[in-house]
């Protein structure tokens, strides 16, 4: 069973930055593609950004230039650097793996090799 683990996350005021890791254990696979996702309170969870163990990102319009994610050093891992805060960033922010690149097109094997952490709540005050 993959376990997918998140820190980082707390509050900081608008204009700030924080750092967000992620790190997965447990996998037989190594795993393609990471990413983040978050969920503000009345929204569905949105897609924020990715990168594969190639080291190809990809980012969603809301966040390009302010966010920037990363892989490593450490294996499964993956992080988001977060800048020039808004409040409207405010939000539980979720950990993805993806070993198969699933989530990028790739064939699909099943929901049960699409893995998720528990979250980490941000919070940008104005």
């Known amino acids: 069973q993959v376990h997918v683990v998140e820190s980082g996350g707390g509050s900081v005021q608008a204009g700030g930055s924080l750092k967000l890791s992620c790190a997965a254990s447990g996998s037989a696979f190594p795993i393609y593609n990471m990413g983040w996702y978050r969920q503000a309170a009345g929204n569905e969870r949105e897609f924020l950004a990715s990168?594969?163990?190639?080291?190809?990102?990809k980012y969603a319009d809301s966040v390009k230039g302010r966010f920037t994610v990363s892989r490593g050093p450490a294996k499964d891992t993956v992080h988001l650097q977060m800048s020039n805060l808004k409040p409207e960033d405010t939000a539980v922010y979720y950990c993805n793996a993806d070993p198969f690149g699933q989530r990028l097109g790739a064939p699909k094997r099943g929901d049960e090799y699409d893995y998720w952490g528990q979250g980490t709540q941000v919070t940008v005050s104005s």
């Open positions: 990168i594969t163990s190639d080291g190809d990102p």
